[in-house]
Each structure stands twice: as structure tokens, then as C-alpha cells.
């Protein structure tokens, strides 16, 4: 697929940037095809490995049954955003990331992803993470994204900051 070139170029992010922000976002949006054709957009906790998001979700789910229909989805991740009332815009920089979503059938690549993700929001306490994994590994799958094209853009004001 060819995808649409930005807009306003000048505002494009390098991939090194793209990738910068995907790395320290706390939380990102996944936008799916909904029910009866209804966009989906559901906030969530992922980590980025450098070439795909990995996140969890519960075994049934509007986010599972629209991934099950659809494999094509977009996770947005906002890294700035400050209302600049007095020129009327708003401070921004964002990245927006197309793929595809799977869910890792294949217990240890799920284990592997869920340990990336839960490392992402530890405290550093390892043993505690181990035992949280192994009390909700069987309620969640895991789910990756890897990445077909990624674009980031920021308010024209924030250029050479």
C-alpha cells in the first residue's frame, strides 16, 4: 500500500524522533474497525521494542473481535500537547503508526512480550513482576503491531526546539 504523504513535510519528524517518542510514551490510542463499520479507538498501555508495539488485552473484547474482523490498525501516541492561548494553536508532537495486529498464539513469544511490557511500568522488582505475570498470564492475550508505516508531525512553533 502506498500511504499519503504528510501534508505539511515541514513539520515531519525523522524516524529517530518517531522512534524517541514511541520509546517514553506511557500510553498510546489503538484505532480499529469497529462495530458496523464504526471506527474504534480505545486508549491503552504498550511498550515499543523499536520495530513493533506489543500491548495486552482481556480474551473477549470489542478491541479482540474488531482485530479477529480486521488486521489493519493505527496507534497514536501524543507526546506533547500545551494550549498556547495567546497565538490561539496548541503546542504539539505526535506520532501515528500503521500496521498490522496479531495475538501471540505462541506462549513463550506471549511470555517474552508480556515481560517487554510489564518491564516498561516495574518498579524494578522482578520477582514481584514474575509473580504478577503468572496470576493474569491465563486472562490476557497479548497482541502485537508491527509496524507498516509511521509518520510524527509537531506545531510549526516547536521546529528547531
Not at 10 to 23: G, V
Request: net charge negative.
Amino acid at each position: 500500500m502506498n500511504f499519503r504523504p504528510m501534508r505539511r513535510s515541514r513539520q515531519a519528524l525523522s524516524p529517530e524522533r518517531c522512534a524517541d517518542i514511541l520509546h517514553r510514551g506511557s500510553s498510546g490510542v489503538l484505532a480499529v474497525s469497529g462495530d458496523g463499520g464504526y471506527p474504534y479507538a480505545v486508549p491503552l498501555s504498550y511498550v515499543y521494542d523499536g520495530t513493533r508495539i506489543l500491548f495486552h488485552c482481556a480474551k473477549t473484547g470489542h478491541k479482540l473481535d474488531a482485530i479477529a474482523q480486521s488486521d489493519k490498525v493505527s496507534f497514536c501516541v501524543i507526546d506533547q500537547d500545551e494550549v498556547a492561548p495567546e497565538k490561539y494553536t496548541t503546542l504539539y508532537r505526535s506520532v501515528i503508526a500503521f500496521g498490522r495486529a496479531r495475538l501471540l498464539t505462541d506462549e513463550a513469544e506471549a511470555r517474552a512480550a508480556l515481560w517487554l511490557l510489564s518491564a516498561k511500568y516495574d518498579n524494578g522488582d522482578e520477582a514481584g513482576r514474575r509473580a504478577e505475570i503468572e496470576q493474569g498470564f491465563d486472562r490476557m492475550y497479548m497482541v502485537e503491531v508491527v509496524i507498516d508505516h509511521m509518520t510524527g508531525k509537531e506545531a510549526i512553533e516547536l521546529l528547531h526546539t
